[in-house]
């Protein structure tokens, strides 16, 4: 859903600028995918625990985790458009899980891994 414009009864001029090619920056755009982040595995396997972050960062609820193969990626989405990630990056072995990375996850932004 895109953002509306009223304004039959003002001068064009106001009317363009709120509603025109400007005002598309001034009134929100559902499609901007708030809260929605890509994390890649730019170099090889990895295994990704992903925890939803509030605004200063503080880890909650897990909303992701799983394994990425090198060059493959996992749309992640936040309620709170951030997260924290933890990460081991050779899958294959059993061992402690690194990073605990706070990140903003917003309008699809690419995180590579690790």
């Not at 064009?12 to 890509?38: M, N, S, W």
């Not at 997260?83 to 059993?94: F, G, K």
Request: with cysteine.
């Amino acid at each position: 859903m895109k953002g509306k414009c009223y304004g039959k009864n003002i001068p064009y001029r106001i009317y363009y600028t709120l509603c025109g090619d400007v005002g598309r920056f001034l009134i929100p755009q559902a499609d901007a995918e708030e809260g929605t982040c890509v994390l890649e595995a730019a170099d090889k396997d990895v295994f990704v625990i992903v925890f939803d972050a509030d605004n200063e960062g503080n880890k909650g609820a897990q909303i992701w985790q799983g394994r990425i193969n090198q060059g493959e990626s996992a749309k992640i989405t936040a309620p709170h458009a951030r997260i924290r990630y933890s990460y081991n990056d050779q899958p294959e072995e059993d061992q402690p899980l690194s990073g605990d990375v706070d990140r903003s996850c917003s309008r699809g932004e690419k995180i590579l891994v690790p």
